[in-house]
């Protein structure tokens, strides 16, 4: 993360634009010497926001938590996503599937579990 004052953040918005889509950098900018905003990617920040709307939900939270444990205690099969089809007797979950990779890091990997 780098960190710049105001002044060249305004004489460099170009380029500056460009290292946070092309290269996923994220930049610190300073107003009288103390960080005041963060310049990001449009496609980080609406991960950030997708991922902070899932982490306020407590009921899904749970469920993520619940369905942890039941790994944990062999009472559940774990599915990659390539091995999850619609056809499979799981089929009610794929209207709740839309799961960004901030998820399944909160689920321990990119597998979901199915009981």
């Not at 310049?39 to 942890?68: C, G, H, P, Q, Y």
Request: hydrophobic share 40%.
């Amino acid at each position: 993360m780098r960190t710049i004052p105001l002044a060249e953040a305004k004489a460099k918005l170009s380029s500056l634009l460009d290292a946070v889509e092309g290269r996923d950098e994220e930049i610190v900018i300073t107003c009288n010497g103390r960080a005041a905003a963060v310049l990001v990617s449009l496609a980080d920040f609406e991960s950030w926001k997708e991922t902070a709307t899932v982490r306020a939900d407590a009921d899904l939270i749970s469920e993520i938590r619940r369905e942890r444990a039941a790994i944990k205690r062999g009472k559940a099969k774990l599915y990659t996503l390539e091995e999850f089809s619609p056809t499979d007797a799981t089929r009610s979950m794929t209207r709740r599937l839309r799961v960004p990779s901030e998820i399944m890091n909160l689920c321990g990997g990119t597998s979901l579990p199915i009981r």
